[in-house]
């Protein structure tokens, strides 16, 4: 597979996270103490967007599924679905999700093709 997005980590779990858009799949890895990779999950989720709060346990990302782009919030350490919010924007994005201390998460969705994007808020306690 391929990936427009880099890996990604939580600090705090030592989870690392993988992106395969090609086949729609993102996973979650941990180091064994032999220097192996161990897939701990994997989701079926066509993502371009990453963002981890060690202080949650959650992994935000993006999944554009009939045809529109949706918020998910995972777990960190099982890829369980916690959250899944569809958004206004209608196109796959490469925006960024930005989340503050209080609970706000932000989607930035560009938009491909059209002459906006969107900045969405979302109130995640």
């Known amino acids: 597979g391929w990936s427009f997005a880099g890996l990604a980590g939580d600090d705090a779990t030592g989870v690392l996270f ?3 858009q090609l086949n729609g799949l993102f996973m979650g890895f941990r180091v064994t ?6 897939r ?9 967007q990453t963002t981890t709060s060690s202080e949650t ?3 935000y990302v ?3 599924a ?23 924007a209608v196109r796959s994005s490469i925006g960024s999700i ?10 930035a969705a560009n938009e491909p093709g059209q002459s906006t994007g ?8």
């Open 18 to 20: 993988a992106n395969d």
């Open 33 to 38: 103490e032999d220097n192996e990779f161990e």
């Open 40 to 48: 701990l999950w994997q989701r079926e989720i066509i993502t371009s």
């Open 57 to 59: 346990g959650m992994v």
């Open 62 to 64: 993006t999944d554009y």
């Open 66 to 88: 009939d045809e529109v782009l949706n918020l998910v919030v995972l777990d960190v350490l099982t890829g369980e679905e916690l959250l899944r919010i569809p958004t206004p």
């Open 98 to 107: 930005i989340f503050t201390d209080n609970g706000d998460v932000y989607v």
């Open 118 to 125: 969107l900045l969405i808020r979302f109130y995640i306690p």
